[in-house]
């Protein structure tokens, strides 16, 4: 198998499967072309929460706002999994996550770029060829390949580490303070902050970057607060997320990618 995921929307990825079936008899599955477009870091989080649920594949994703740059090309191998696509970081956290789950070591390798056919579609001449051929080779034989190299020199995408105190209110401890990570498709807002912050509390006290601060319920999904109502709950990924039953939880929140959250509780 080897999968596709890309922020190029259509029909880009159809030349790429073009090419990935031209080379070899691989089932290809695309995992999504709507990534938030340029957006490495958000990418990188979809790509951590979706490719550890793929059995063994070849994984190539490409989010690339540095295409035809001197940016590099990587390969990363993670036990019966490799992952591949621009050394812009894009890769690392799926990778990581990989690793935990399969006890598995990480391994990359830089890619060789060959004089691509063109400078601004790297995807069809780039790394849809270096996963046919990967592919091809089996990822046990990465190694073998004339164009990977092992290297240590690759840019290493970690997400920030929250701020965690005692969850109190001011004046009485320090609460705990995280960053949006993203915004899914139904406004819900991923945070950094763990989902067992919200463990024990019936209300979250949520002070926002840029608007007023509010106090909402914690619960255990969507609709068990009525429609139109805002709520604090632990989303798939076990991070918290402030979110509206059948509404945009960062438009009620005025909240956006990149901005401080702050949580304290008031039970």
Sequence with gaps: MITLASDFQTPYPAAMRGVILDRCDARVVDVAHDFPRQDVRASAFWLRETLPWFPPAVHCAVVDPGVGTDRAAIVVRVGDHALVGPDNGLLLPAARELADRTDAAVEP???????????????????????????????????????????????????????????????????????????????????????????????????????????????????????????????????????????????????????????????
């Design 109 to 267: 390798f830089r890619w060789r770029v060959a004089d691509p056919a063109s400078s601004t579609f790297h995807g069809r001449d780039v790394f849809a060829p270096a996963a046919a051929a990967v592919h091809e080779a089996g990822v046990e034989r990465v190694e073998s390949l004339d164009r990977a190299t092992p290297t240590e020199e690759f840019v290493d995408l970690r997400f920030p580490d929250p701020e965690l105190g005692d969850g109190t209110r001011d004046g009485d401890g320090t609460g705990a303070t995280g960053e949006v990570l993203v915004v899914d498709g139904f406004g819900n807002v991923v945070t950094n902050l763990p989902g067992d912050l919200l463990d024990g509390h019936e209300t979250v006290h949520v002070e926002a970057s840029g608007s007023a601060s509010r106090s909402v319920p914690v619960a255990p999904a969507y609709a068990h607060v009525e429609a139109g109502d805002a709520l604090a709950t632990v989303g798939s990924h076990g991070n918290v997320e402030l979110a509206v039953n059948r509404g945009r939880g960062d438009e009620a929140f005025e909240l956006d990618v990149g901005d401080g959250v702050r949580l304290a509780f008031e039970d």
